[in-house]
C-alpha cells in the first residue's frame, strides 16, 4: 500500500504514467475495457491539458471496486508504459475542475430519478431486472460459448473473437488479452469489423482467456461471443 500513501480509499482512482501518444477517445475506451471487469464505472477523465497529460481518473460506483483494481492492476503494461495506480485525493481533484458543479449537478439528477421511480408502477422495474440480468448472465455466456456441435472447432490456441463494436482497436483487445498467460497476439481484419482473431501459445492457455472473458462487454451493447478458431 506504499504507494497510496494516506489517502483513504475512496471510489475514484488516478493513474499516471500513461502513454501519452494516445488519443483520448481510444484512453477512454481501453481504460473502460480494463476496468470495468471490477465494477460498474461512473466516469472516465482523461484531460488532454499539457499540465494533465499521461493521467486519468476512474470512478467507480463502490469503492470496493476501486480498491480492486489499485491493488490488481497496479504496474499493469497499458500501452507499453506500467501504469501506476493510487486513489485519488479527493473528488475535487480534478474531476470537480474539469466539470464545475458536477457533484450538485449530479446530487439534484438523483433526486429527480428517486422521485420519478416512485411514481413508476413498481412492477415494471421488476419485470426488467431479472430479465436484464440473465440476458448477459453466465447462462448467456456459457450459451454462446456452446453452439451446436457441427459449428464447434476443436480447442486449438486460437481464438475466434465475435460481436465487437467497429470501434474497438487490436491495442484494446491486446489490453484486455495479454492479461492472460501465453498471449501471442491480435489479428483484426480489416475488411470485417467486429471480429478478431487472437493468438495464445497453446490451447490450454486460449481456453482460460475465453473462460475469463466470454460475454465480457466492450459496450453494454456488445457482450464478446469467443470460440476456437476453425483451423
Request: with cysteine; glycine share 6%; charged share 25%.
Amino acid at each position: 500500500m506504499m504507494l497510496t500513501g494516506d489517502i483513504p480509499p475512496n471510489q475514484t482512482i488516478y493513474i499516471k504514467n500513461i502513454n501519452e501518444k494516445v488519443k483520448k477517445e481510444e484512453l477512454k475506451r481501453s481504460l473502460y475495457c480494463l476496468f470495468s471487469q471490477y465494477g460498474r464505472i461512473v466516469d472516465i477523465v482523461a484531460l488532454k491539458t499539457p499540465k494533465l497529460r499521461g493521467q486519468a481518473w476512474v470512478v467507480f460506483s463502490e469503492v470496493t471496486a476501486a480498491s480492486n483494481a489499485v491493488r490488481q492492476m497496479q504496474n499493469f503494461p497499458f500501452y507499453d508504459k506500467p501504469m501506476r495506480i493510487q486513489y485519488a485525493k479527493s473528488k475535487s481533484d480534478c474531476i470537480a475542475k474539469a466539470e464545475g458543479t458536477y457533484d450538485k449537478k449530479k446530487k439534484q439528477e438523483e433526486k429527480v430519478e428517486k422521485r420519478k421511480g416512485t411514481e413508476e408502477t413498481p412492477q415494471t422495474g421488476a419485470a426488467n431486472g431479472p430479465r436484464a440480468d440473465s440476458n448477459g448472465g453466465p447462462a448467456a455466456a456459457s450459451r454462446q460459448g456452446k453452439p451446436s456441435a457441427e459449428d464447434v472447432a476443436e480447442p486449438n490456441n486460437i481464438l475466434f473473437i465475435q460481436n465487437l463494436p467497429h470501434e474497438t482497436t487490436s491495442m484494446m483487445l491486446e489490453v484486455l488479452f495479454k492479461q492472460y498467460p501465453g498471449f501471442r497476439e491480435v489479428r483484426m481484419i480489416e475488411a470485417k469489423p467486429g471480429i478478431a482473431f487472437v493468438e495464445f501459445d497453446d490451447d490450454v492457455q486460449s481456453s482460460v482467456a475465453m473462460q475469463a472473458l466470454q460475454g465480457f462487454k466492450i459496450t453494454p451493447q456488445n457482450p464478446m461471443a469467443i470460440t476456437y478458431a476453425k483451423k
